[in-house]
């Protein structure tokens, strides 16, 4: 628990700083973590009530690990328009698994999001923090191989 | 587009589009190509934010030596191989990939020539990442003009005679939100620029982020003069991490050049910005949830009054302005109000920038005059299908009457664009008319 006490030491243990703080543990870990969690409500004015409020309230925080990458399909009005579900459908079905879900090889996280900005450029997704954009099924999947491949490469 | 001279370089200067949009058409693959390939004693190489352009991205400008300028569109890695070897190499341009002049079929020259550029004055223009970029194109002229040399009240009234609104939507002039706050008892107050632009189809705010983070850091401090505030947040939606990116990056460039920490060249004014990142609620574009979250709770609206001008942030005096709002400010103040106020209608005055995409062909950004018709602006318009496609262009600035829920925005015959009579016009529809019923018409 030594990072979340960092985590806490730089940025507070007041109430307030409770968004930030539940940020910077999901950077170190991906996601929340119970026994990190356990470790503010013990260490600050932040309780478990309000770190629970606050988690379920944001899209972004998660208290399951996700995999290395994690894909973000847009479904925002501009890419609904152009196909955005048909994109969601052939990730689904290239990487076998469902929205929310990960990868069996903890590779991908699969999740949604309600707009990228890159609304010109639709139907877009975004990999970690980068955009694809004017996508089709065919190129997306391509894509998908080469963060793979690239990860096999390493491995 | 400003058209950045070459200042006697002898080089080639060549600068490509890296905004989002850019990156996300491989702009990125480009400058590494250029990176590698380019002879660095002949080329300069650069970075710019977008052009607004998002139609013809991946794009790069390149200037000759003599200081001519070429704009390079739709490129991919031939073609960047092409440019260096036949242009800057043979001194012929590759015309295959240039943006021509006048007679375009697609229209991007119209597309062009109604647009006013205030906001986006520099985007695609400068080098985000730069100061001294922004500088060179007069970043900062207007901190260094107002402070030690004018009042808060003086500044307040620049605002007020220009007749700046709110850029967020709801369009509440400016000068009075920070009279309100300038006046209300207390002795700590906050100025936070709204950067938590989630309504699907607006990208104004990510583009002047990305492109011109400056101009928005230079608006915010403007601001915190004017109401008496030391301390300003910039709250940016956790979706656009290129912007958060270049905006940490333009804060600590604007703190090590002393335009923002304690007593700010030199003066009795103090005032320093922190960003805070979104989480992914989209409601939380909403002033007083924007606030909650500041304050590290959920993100629900409040009742108001009190408005935030009076209570907000901890209970403090505190203004709350959309980035667009901000970007616009540096201009007026380097200008003045008149300069402004002669732009628009009699109720909305200056420009506003609108963002172009669905089923058209020129997607991206525009800044025209308030008060253009909808049907002057489309070139863009244009639908590359049959005239009862799903067109529709978005707009956060007229599309937001209320709890930053947004509505669609649809050319509502010759409805102007601005504040009033985007609503009188019935321009702004929650629903779906039969007559314009696509197939994304569930989509909101």
């Known amino acids: 628990m030594k990072e979340v006490a960092a985590i806490l030491q730089s940025q507070g243990t007041e ?48 208290f399951k690990p996700v995999g290395k990458h994690i894909i973000r399909t847009c479904h925002g009005t501009a890419c609904h328009v152009n196909g955005a579900k048909h994109i969601g459908h052939a990730v689904e079905e290239a990487l076998k698994i469902k929205q929310q879900e990960t990868t069996p090889d903890g590779l991908f996280t699969l999740e949604s999001v309600a707009c990228l900005g890159c609304c010109s450029l639709a139907p877009v997704m975004m ?29 | 587009m400003k058209p950045a001279p070459n200042n006697g370089n002898s080089r080639w200067r060549i600068a490509v589009g890296l905004g989002s949009c850019g990156i996300a058409s491989g702009a990125q693959a480009l400058y590494d190509q250029l990176a590698k390939r380019a002879d660095p004693q002949r080329v300069q190489l650069e970075q710019t934010g977008c052009a607004g352009l998002c ?15 070429f704009t390079y ?5 031939a073609a960047v191989d092409q440019i260096l070897d036949q242009h800057i190499g043979g001194n ?37 990442e730069s100061l001294e970029a922004s500088l060179a194109v007069g970043g900062y ?29 709801a369009g509440f002039p400016t000068g009075v939100k920070w009279k309100f706050a300038a006046d209300a008892p207390g002795a700590q107050k906050y100025i936070i620029c709204n950067g938590d632009e989630g309504d699907p189809g607006a990208f104004m705010d990510r583009g002047v982020m990305e492109s011109d983070p400056h101009r928005v850091i230079e608006g915010m401090i403007i601001g915190g003069y004017a109401i008496g505030a030391t301390v300003g947040f910039l709250y940016v939606r956790a979706e656009y991490p290129l912007a958060l990116k270049r905006l940490g990056r333009a804060l600590e460039q604007a703190r090590a050049a002393g335009f923002l920490g304690r007593n700010i060249l030199g003066s009795e004014f103090s005032f320093d910005i922190s960003i805070r990142e979104g989480a992914g609620a989209f409601v939380c574009g909403e002033e007083t949830a924007l606030i909650q979250s500041i304050e590290g709770e959920r993100g ?47 109720k909305s005055k200056g420009t506003k920038v609108f963002s172009l995409a669905g089923k058209i062909l020129n997607g991206g950004l525009v800044e025209v005059p308030m008060g253009i018709t909808l049907r002057e602006v489309p070139a863009s318009w244009k639908c590359r299908w049959a005239s009862r496609c799903g067109r529709f262009w978005k707009t956060s600035a007229v599309a ?30 929650t629903r779906t008319s039969p007559s314009w019923g696509p197939s994304w018409a569930a989509a909101a």
């Open chain 1, 15 to 62: 109430r307030d700083a409770c968004v930030k703080v539940l940020q910077e543990i999901q950077g170190v870990f991906g996601y929340l973590p119970a026994e990190a969690l356990r470790y503010v409500t013990q260490h600050s004015q932040i309780t478990s009530r309000q770190i629970h409020g606050v988690a379920t309230f944001y899209d972004r925080f998660r």
């Open chain 1, 127 to 155: 990999i970690d923090e980068t955009v694809y954009g004017r996508l089709q099924p065919r190129e997306m999947k391509k894509v998908l191989k080469q963060y793979a491949a690239a990860a096999k490469a390493k491995s």
């Open chain 2, 400 to 429: 937001v009457p209320r709890a930053g829920r947004s509505r669609r925005c649809r050319p509502a015959g010759r409805a102007a664009a601005a504040f009033p009579r985007i609503c009188s016009a019935r321009a702004l529809t």
């Open chain 2, 300 to 346: 629900s609206p409040k009742m108001r009054p009190p408005f935030p001008a009076q209570k907000g942030l901890w209970g403090c005096p505190t203004v709350i302005n959309n980035v667009e709002t901000f970007a616009n400010i540096p201009w007026i103040m380097l200008h003045g109000a008149a300069a402004y106020a002669g732009l628009g209608t009699e």
């Open chain 2, 55 to 69: 139609h013809q991205e991946p794009m790069l400008e390149l200037y000759s030596p003599a200081g001519d300028r």
């Open chain 2, 73 to 77: 569109v739709h490129l991919d890695l």
């Open chain 2, 92 to 128: 012929a341009p590759v015309e295959k990939y240039l943006l021509r002049g006048d007679g375009r079929a697609d229209g991007v020259d119209k597309f062009l020539s109604k647009q006013k550029k205030i906001v986006l004055q520099n985007c695609g223009g400068i080098d985000p």
């Open chain 2, 141 to 169: 002229q207007a901190v260094r003009n107002m402070i030690g040399k004018q009042t808060s009240a003086e500044v307040i009234a620049v605002m007020t005679a220009s007749g700046l609104r709110g850029r967020g939507g």
